[in-house]
Nanobody
């Protein structure tokens, strides 16, 4: 599967952005999906994940209540709605797909994800 992320940009603290990641290739509903991010000079970290059937989600603690992951299997797309953005959210955001998880699993570990998109830059000015 190939992943194409989009929707990043430069915003001010408190603003919102919605990232999209569109997949091509195999049946999209066969993949658990995740969002990760990497800030300058930092390790890549988990942000959010959603199960194959969309029924389960998981979030990194700092984004809980501000970010929402969702998916539209008919459109082969996963979304990350980011509200109340903070300067600490500045990073390159990557979407990733896993074909090794069950239908209700929303995994946070990078080791579960085989396919990665190219990343989209999110910059939040304070």
């Amino acid at each position: 599967v190939q992943l194409q992320a989009s929707g990043g940009g430069l915003v001010q603290a408190g603003d919102s952005l919605r990232l999209s990641c569109t997949a091509s290739g195999r049946l999209f509903s066969a993949y658990g999906m995740g969002w990760f991010r990497q800030a300058p000079e930092k390790e890549r970290e988990f942000v959010a994940a959603i199960s194959r059937n969309g029924g389960s989600t998981s979030y990194e603690d700092s984004v809980k209540g501000r970010f929402t992951i969702s998916r539209d299997n008919a459109k082969n797309t996963v979304f990350l709605q980011m509200n109340s953005l903070e300067s600490e959210d500045t990073a390159v955001y990557y979407c990733a797909a896993s074909d090794s998880v069950g239908p209700s699993a929303a995994k946070s570990g990078e080791r579960y994800y085989t396919y990665w998109g190219q990343g989209t830059q999110v910059t939040v000015s304070s």
